[in-house]
Nanobody, 128 residues
Framework: QVQLVESGGGLVQTGGSLRLSCAAS????????MAWFRQAPGKEREFVAA????????YYADSVKGRSTISRDNAKNTVYLQMNSLKPDDTAVYYC?????????????????????WGRGTQVTVSS
């Protein structure tokens, strides 16, 4: 069974930091782009960040650019999202996702429908 399992969420004060992890099992995603999305209550799921298969090419939403870093460890089949200077607007459930339609490429997408494997999410709450 293929699974993406997020962890690392929690409650943090404004200005704090969190490091989210997404561990894959059941298959390897080492050749495919991985991404993070988030969904706040009453809002649509939105793109946060993506990286290509090697982690060298990255792409960020304007809302997190300069405050977040996506990275991956293919040996561990894990992708990370380091988030700094957190704001209450960052409060959401954070999901990781894989785009298996791209293999060893450099193209990254921000559309929810592009990604075909999803985790169940981890809650991030930023208090003011």
């Amino acid at each position: 069974q293929v699974q993406l399992v997020e962890s690392g969420g929690g409650l943090v004060q404004t200005g704090g930091s969190l490091r989210l992890s997404c561990a894959a099992s059941g298959r390897t995603f080492s050749g495919h782009p991985m991404a993070w999305f988030r969904q706040a209550p009453g809002k649509e799921r939105e793109f946060v960040a993506a990286c290509n298969w090697s982690g060298v090419i990255t792409y960020y939403a304007d809302s997190v650019k300069g405050r977040s870093t996506i990275s991956r460890d293919n040996a561990k089949n894990t992708v990370y999202l380091q988030m700094n200077s957190l704001k209450p607007d960052d409060t959401a459930v954070y999901y990781c996702a894989a785009d298996t339609d791209v293999l060893y490429g450099s193209t990254l997408y921000r559309g929810v429908g592009r990604y075909d494997y999803w985790g169940r999410g981890t809650q991030v709450t930023v208090s003011s």
